[in-house]
């Protein structure tokens, strides 16, 4: 079984920075895609970067600002988050698209105070 663990959340002013973390334990085979996603209180939970078909894609809101990499061999995904707004401020998930379903993680909070 999978499982996708998320750290390095919290509290920040704008402007600093965080790196989040995404641990996965156990196999997957045949990944499709694997990224970051974020939900704000009442809004709808939007993709903020990604890996797939051998390329990284960013949301617009954070082109320039957050940076996705992976560690094959800690089996780890990061996201570098810079220059940080009060409008990130979100739950974040990591997420991985497998041939047979998606893995999500139980989300890290991200606070930005202005």
């Known amino acids: 079984q999978v499982q996708l663990v998320e750290s390095g959340g919290g509290l920040v002013q704008a402007g600093g920075s965080l790196r989040l973390s995404c641990a996965a334990s156990g196999s997957v085979f045949a990944i499709n895609a694997m990224g970051w996603y974020r939900q704000a209180p009442g809004k709808e939970r939007e993709l903020v970067a990604v890996f797939i078909r051998g390329s990284t894609n960013y949301a617009d809101s954070v082109k320039g600002r957050f940076t996705i990499s992976r560690d094959n061999a800690k089996n780890t995904m990061y996201l570098q988050m810079n220059s940080l707004k009060p409008e990130d401020t979100a739950v974040y998930y990591c997420?991985?698209?497998?041939?047979?379903?998606?893995?999500w993680g139980q989300g890290t909070q991200v606070t930005v105070s202005s």
């Open positions: 997420n991985v698209v497998s041939t047979i379903t998606t893995y």
